[in-house]
């Protein structure tokens, strides 16, 4: 049982290229988010997803673009990465609800030039 | 707008000390509230959580949480901290009426042998 696993853990890119990480879990999760975390600003939420094929937006939404094609993998887009997106990403899943504990990956460190 | 705060951004102390950590929201109403633990290099865990019931709850580790509503406070403690509780713990708060679980800025502890 590995949990909930990112990939890549860490990149780096060029202003305006685009890339995409990859959140998938194993513990049959309806819910799950993806969160950016930036110093002295605790995690935000980008956008989540209450089962598979659905997707809303969070807090913090801009420039990025998600999918939920199956229900164990979350992916996460960057059409064309800004320096504002330098951050650490990290994605959780939820069994049932928003207000439920979530159970995180172990984050992807994105550097943006 | 919703908001949880955790006043303490540094705090250092030696083995054996007690810890208290501050986390306030802004929210009226029905909330949900969790500690979560981010020890170097790893992901978020949970830590403690509290939903309805006795508002002294106890966590993983030794850790404990008061849930005071008149406050809309919710402040973690452990009697004696350990060189292996240095870690970052982020405080968060789910307001049903919001349909929202947002996260305080984070507490980093060092743990001084």
């Known amino acids: 049982n590995a949990g909930v696993t990112q990939t890549p853990k860490f990149r780096v890119l060029k202003t305006g290229q685009s890339m995409t990480l990859l959140c998938a879990q194993d513990?049959?999760?309806?819910?799950m988010y993806w969160y950016r975390q930036d110093p002295g600003m605790g995690l935000r939420l980008i956008h989540y997803?209450?089962?598979?094929?659905?997707?809303a937006k969070g807090e913090v939404p801009d420039g990025y673009n998600v999918s939920r094609l199956k229900k164990q993998n979350f992916l996460l887009g960057l059409e064309s990465a800004a320096p504002s997106q330098t951050s650490v990403y990290f994605c959780?899943?939820?069994?049932?609800?928003?207000?439920?504990?979530?159970?995180f990956g172990p984050g992807t460190r994105l550097t943006v030039l | 707008a919703q908001s949880v705060s955790q006043h303490n951004h540094h705090v250092i102390l030696s083995e054996a000390a007690s810890l208290e950590l501050g986390c306030n929201y802004s929210y009226g109403g029905t909330v949900n509230l969790f500690w979560y633990v981010q020890y170097p290099g790893q992901h978020l865990q949970l830590l403690l959580k509290y939903f309805s019931g006795d508002p002294l709850v106890k966590g993983i580790k030794g850790f404990e949480a008061e849930f005071i509503k008149s406050k809309f406070s919710f402040n973690l403690r452990k009697p004696s901290v350990q060189w292996s509780d240095t870690a970052e713990y982020f405080c968060?708060?789910?307001?049903?009426?919001?349909?929202?679980?947002?996260f305080g800025a984070g507490t980093r502890l060092a743990v001084h042998p």
């Open positions: 959780a899943s939820s069994y049932l609800v928003l207000a439920d504990e979530q159970f």
């Open positions: 997803s209450v089962g598979e094929g659905t997707t």
């Open positions: 968060a708060v789910f307001s049903g009426g919001y349909n929202k679980l947002i």
């Open positions: 513990m049959n999760h309806e819910y």
